[in-house]
């Protein structure tokens, strides 16, 4: 019981790492439906951010997070604003900016910060594991699962329950008739993919203390994270929870039972397998589209 207690919990903190690094992405493909490649390099920059402030200016983790959110946020709405915004309902033309944009921002990196790998110091307090029910859990881990509740908590009242939700939600069915209603369907757009950008620039500050930070560290997140928000429908905030709760236990139960690159090809297996046969996503929520 204790070894199931155990992998259960390593499941819940693999989870809470791909919703983290998820749901920003869920944000702009599901809202926008712009095919972001360049997630994971904003994941990237977060990362650098924190780096940067830490052993520049002497800033803790934690206290970097609000700084890293508006400076990823910022650039994601610079990009939005001088790229993006032209290419709306041209998804494979949105693709391939997004992807040469990753390009830039990794060899942009590379000539100002250098190619080598850099490393983020983990809070003292947060070193030491904590003994939970008879197992020893990381107790960064565990601030990571409160960070990701706390930023899905933010992010659902967002949607549902705010002013600017409901506008975004308008303008994802309809953009004409939202405009012919007074909504500034540009600005709308401009914010949510800020949001989207700062999310996954706060994902990159969490899981730096995690693994060494370099210009293509995003790269391998960008994969999981589309695998996230594909197999939960792209729509459906709900579905990216799950999606991201049920790859993070199997990872953990396939390891188990085998080893990490045996578990990670057939968890990519079984997530083909499900787009074969059901393409929508296992959750799909019904939007009308103008």
């Known amino acids: ?51 940067f402030l830490q052993s520049t200016f ?25 790229l993006i915004r032209h290419l709306y309902g041209r998804p494979l033309d949105t693709l391939l900016a997004t992807w040469g ?5 990794q060899q942009a990196i590379r000539l100002s910060a250098g190619a080598e790998l850099r490393y983020v110091k ?27 509740l706390a930023l899905l908590v933010a992010t659902y009242l967002l949607i549902f329950r705010s002013n600017f939700g409901m506008r975004l939600r308008a303008v994802t069915q309809n953009a004409e008739i939202s405009r012919c209603f007074g909504i500034n369907v540009s600005q709308v757009y401009a914010l949510t993919f800020a949001y989207g ?4 620039g706060l994902a990159g500050a969490l899981v730096s203390p995690l693994k060494s930070v370099s210009p293509d560290m995003g790269t391998g997140y960008v994969v999981d994270a589309f695998l ?55 959750f799909v929520t019904q939007v009308r589209r103008g």
């Open 1 to 51: 019981m204790v070894e199931a207690f155990n992998q259960i919990l390593n499941g819940l903190s693999i989870a809470s790492i791909l919703l983290l690094v998820s749901l920003g992405l869920a944000i702009i493909y599901g809202s926008m439906g712009v095919i972001n490649l360049a997630h994971g390099d904003f994941l990237m920059l977060g990362a650098y951010a924190v780096w």
């Open 122 to 148: 983990m809070p003292d307090y947060l070193i030491n594991p904590i003994n939970l029910f008879g197992t020893d859990i990381s107790a960064y881990r565990l601030m990571i699962f409160g960070v990701t």
């Open 101 to 105: 944009i990753g390009i830039i921002l």
């Open 58 to 82: 002497g800033i803790g983790l934690l206290p970097c997070l609000g700084l890293v959110f508006v400076i990823v946020g910022l650039v994601g709405w610079a990009i939005e604003r001088t």
């Open 197 to 200: 950008a700062g999310l996954a």
């Open 228 to 282: 996230v928000v594909v197999m939960g429908g792209v729509q459906s905030l709900f579905g990216t929870v799950a999606s991201a709760g049920m790859l993070g236990q199997l990872s953990t139960w396939f390891a188990f039972v085998s080893n990490d690159t045996l578990a990670r090809a057939l968890v990519f297996s079984l997530v083909l397998v499900m787009i074969r046969f059901r393409p929508q996503g296992l």
